[in-house]
């Protein structure tokens, strides 16, 4: 009975309801755990998993907005203007005889192909690769000497996202998923957003819940694509579908009143209810038509590229869920389904030419998300960072008009809440090449973020295979000098 019980509810929980009620944690472990140690582990209901949740201290910010750009966007050419690039332009790199990094032998020094330029009434220097965002630089707060631990896409895209070049590791938005909660009943707490033409390399590892419990993991869709099995399958009615899934809730219920002290049970009842809310929650966010044509004109989702419009509805999507009360949105651009460079920043070999391709699909509806957020007073509570998993070369590759990956120094950006703008810590040198000031880790990123949600990275924890487990691994220290 009990297994032919079970049977059922599998298939009825297909895609995002099954994704939420069959995978559902190990909750009994998590309310034990949460009794071993309260300093450390926040204390969750299993019935409401994704109830909000104090936060260790006072917040400056209620929410995040992660923009990644992947494939390792080359800070030299957008916002890490260094004139001694330019006047020794065609030289050797000083110390970089016979240099070799990731793809090979480097060649000379090569100076960026767009001009830079002051911006903002703070006279901040960035190109003109992406001049819509260099006109937001009095809101930017830069972090020039930032560092990571490899040069290699998969396990850098890892450790920006998950603090792991690893795989097997939560991402941050479940992290704080996991510690907060959710503002919103009827949306998911944390949601990522790939870009429209596809994946990062390292897939769904940045939205992954890896060993912490599958309800904090984020839940992927895009403004061109909805969330998957929200609705019934094709062929079944909805209203028997409605019917059976009332059903199965009643009798899990009636289960429950027996067994009080049945957490999974509480915790699957809880991931029923929320995708029962979201099917009309999700499809009235995700309708842009109700937006403005000023609006939708100023992101550009109508653009006549349309990668760039799909871009750019995603950065419109992101504002509306921030607005609605999702926790953590993490917006990517730049995808690998189309190989090296073509479809992200990985550009080695033909870096002008992509880089031009790749730029007005993120200049302009990435600086509408951030005006967009600003003139509705959303960016006093919410925090912005721009990242990509490490930097790249000062010089072109031997015998390529691109450059190499430089995990040695790069540069990061925040705004909005907490933060002070417009503000610069830190810096490579003169080459742009190694971080020589104010250096920092991901490690140090991730442990200010979290910071500025209200909590200490050291006491964040989960206890996985022997080990207590935290975004930061054993390293990390806040950013003191950044904070507003």
């Known amino acids: ?12 929980g297909g895609g995002l309801v099954g994704g939420l009620a069959g995978g559902l944690l190990p909750f009994r472990n998590l309310a034990l755990a949460a009794l071993l140690d309260e300093t450390t582990r926040p204390r969750i209901d299993p019935a409401a998993p994704l109830a909000a949740r104090p936060p260790h201290f006072r917040p400056r910010a209620k929410r995040v907005l992660y923009l990644f750009c992947s494939g390792a ?36 020094l090569a100076k960026s192909p767009w001009k830079f330029r002051p911006r903002g009434a703070c006279g901040k220097w960035t190109s003109d690769l992406l001049p819509r965002l260099g006109e937001r630089v009095d809101r930017m707060c830069f972090l020039h000497g930032m560092t990571a631990k490899s040069n290699t896409h998969g396990p850098g895209e890892n ?13 941050i938005g479940s ?16 949601v990522a957003l790939p870009d429209p033409r596809g994946l990062p390399q390292s897939m769904g590892n940045h939205w992954g819940s890896a060993f912490l419990p599958a309800v904090f ?71 842009l038509a109700a937006e403005s044509v000023a609006t939708r004109e100023r992101y550009g989702c109508d653009d006549a590229d349309a990668t760039k419009a799909g871009f750019a509805r995603n950065c419109l999507l992101a504002r509306r869920l ?11 651009n730049g995808a690998y389904a189309m190989g090296e460079g073509v479809g992200n ?32 007073g959303l960016l006093d509570e919410t925090l912005v960072v721009f990242t990509t998993e490490f930097g790249r070369m000062p010089t072109f590759q031997k015998g390529a008009s691109g450059r190499d990956h430089n995990p040695k120094g790069f540069t990061v950006w925040l705004a909005g809440a907490g933060v002070k703008a417009p503000f610069t810590f830190g810096a490579t040198d003169e080459f742009g090449w190694k971080a020589v000031d104010g250096v920092t880790t991901i490690y140090d990123l991730h442990a200010t973020i979290l910071h500025l949600l209200g909590l200490d990275h050291t006491r964040l924890t989960w206890y996985h295979n022997g080990i207590e487990r935290r975004l930061t691994d054993v390293h990390g220290r806040v950013i003191e000098e950044i904070l507003a």
Not at 175 to 190: K, R, T
Not at 322 to 332: D, N, T
Request: net charge negative.
């Open 73 to 108: 966007l080359s800070q030299v050419d957008s916002f890490d203007w260094k004139p001694e690039l330019e006047r020794r332009d065609g030289t050797p790199l000083p110390g970089g005889d016979g240099l070799v990094t990731f793809q090979g032998e480097q060649g000379n």
């Open 175 to 190: 992290w704080v998923s996991y510690a907060l909660g959710s503002e919103c009943a009827d949306l998911p707490a944390f």
């Open 159 to 171: 450790q920006m996202s998950t603090g792991f070049t690893l795989e097997g590791f939560p991402g």
């Open 322 to 332: 921030l607005e609605s009360g999702v926790r953590f949105v993490q917006l990517f």
């Open 217 to 287: 993991q984020g839940t992927a869709f895009s403004a061109n694509r909805p969330i998957a099995h929200l609705d019934p399958q094709r062929g079944v009615d909805p209203a028997a579908a409605r019917a059976a899934r009332e059903l199965a809730l009643a009798l899990d219920r009636q289960r429950l009143a027996r067994q009080p002290s049945d957490s999974e049970l509480a915790a699957r009842i809880a991931s029923f209810e929320l995708a029962a809310r979201m099917q009309l929650r999700a499809a009235e966010v995700g309708d």
């Open 345 to 376: 920043w990985d550009g080695h070999k033909y870096l002008a030419q992509q880089y031009a391709i790749h730029a007005p699909i993120l200049d302009q509806p990435a600086a509408a998300l951030l005006e967009d957020l600003e003139a509705r």
């Open 1 to 12: 009975m009990n297994g032919g019980r079970r049977d059922f509810l599998a298939q009825l």
